[in-house]
């Protein structure tokens, strides 16, 4: 009996069976390609008022840019001499002028008694007034005060609170015009009267506290006094 073939035929069977537990065994992959979803538009709609161009910054000096407290939009007209003063108001800035100029302080007291009741020279206790103006000049005479009296007079002035029970005129019109929007000309003619160090100071306080010269529609010198 021959094994030749039957033991081929076994062989044969051995590598069949083997061949198809390899072929079972082998894992198959496929690289899946994944495409990224795309973002979604930004719909958000950006209101037209946020696009507008930023206000322009304020002007220095003004009430909007917080300078001095609350600021007047409109400044007061300047007015200068005594062409459109009231006649008594005239007057009264004429006598004073006169007393001043001619530094004679008699003079200049019967100005301040020709009121009802007297002036205001100071927002303290004055005693007599003519020797309180002398007091208060550096030359203890009375002199520089009323030097200042004089250069007050000769600026220009504003008409105040017009129609109202404070109406005034007044003297210099920078003392009721803030400092910061007067114009170079203007601080020309104020430092006739005050010096740098003194404008230094008022600035630093938002306010004229220099001399100044009010009167009333009437006549009436209602004050010639520095301070606030």
Same mark, same amino acid.
């Given at each position: 009996?021959?094994?030749?073939?039957?033991?081929?035929?076994?062989?044969?069977?051995?590598?069949?069976?083997?061949?198809?537990?390899?072929?079972?065994?082998?894992?198959?992959?496929?690289?899946?390609?994944?495409?990224?979803? @795309?973002?979604?538009? +930004?719909?958000? &709609? #950006?209101?037209?008022?946020?696009?507008?161009?930023?206000?322009?910054?304020?002007?220095?000096?003004?009430?909007?840019?917080? !300078?001095?407290?609350?600021?007047?939009?409109?400044?007061?007209?300047?007015?200068?001499?005594?062409? +459109?003063?009231?006649? !008594?108001?005239?007057?009264?800035?004429? &006598?004073?002028?006169?007393? !001043?100029?001619?530094?004679?302080?008699?003079?200049?007291? *019967?100005?301040?008694?020709?009121?009802?009741?007297?002036?205001?020279?100071?927002?303290?206790?004055?005693?007599?007034?003519?020797?309180?103006?002398?007091?208060?000049?550096?030359?203890?005479?009375?002199? @520089?005060?009323?030097? #200042?009296?004089? @250069?007050?007079? @000769?600026?220009?002035?504003?008409?105040?609170?017009?129609?109202?029970?404070?109406? *005034?005129?007044?003297?210099? =019109?920078?003392?009721?015009?803030?400092?910061?929007?007067?114009?170079?000309?203007?601080?020309?003619?104020? =430092?006739?009267?005050?010096?740098?160090?003194?404008?230094?100071?008022?600035?630093?306080?938002g306010a004229w506290t220099f001399y100044r010269v009010g009167i009333g529609p009437d006549g009436t010198l209602h004050y010639f006094v520095a301070?606030?």
């Amino acid at each position: 009996m021959h094994a030749g073939p039957a033991l081929a035929a076994l062989l044969l069977t051995v590598a069949l069976s083997t061949s198809a537990s390899a072929e079972a065994a082998t894992v198959q992959t496929e690289r899946i390609q994944v495409t990224p979803k @795309e973002a979604p538009a +930004d719909t958000t &709609q #950006i209101p037209s008022d946020a696009l507008e161009t930023p206000a322009a910054a304020p002007e220095p000096g003004t009430a909007a840019s917080g !300078a001095y407290g609350t600021q007047p939009l409109n400044l007061p007209e300047v007015k200068y001499g005594d062409a +459109d003063l009231p006649k !008594a108001v005239a007057r009264t800035r004429a &006598q004073l002028l006169e007393a !001043a100029h001619a530094g004679d302080l008699d003079r200049f007291r *019967m100005v301040l008694e020709g009121n009802e009741m007297m002036p205001t020279l100071s927002f303290g206790e004055t005693g007599d007034p003519i020797e309180f103006i002398k007091a208060s000049s550096g030359d203890g005479e009375g002199l @520089e005060v009323m030097a #200042i009296l004089t @250069e007050l007079l @000769e600026t220009g002035y504003v008409h105040a609170d017009q129609g109202t029970a404070q109406e *005034m005129y007044i003297w210099p =019109y920078f003392s009721r015009i803030p400092l910061a929007r007067l114009t170079r000309e203007q601080k020309v003619e104020m =430092y006739r009267v005050v010096t740098s160090g003194d404008l230094a100071d008022m600035e630093a306080t938002g306010a004229w506290t220099f001399y100044r010269v009010g009167i009333g529609p009437d006549g009436t010198l209602h004050y010639f006094v520095a301070g606030d």
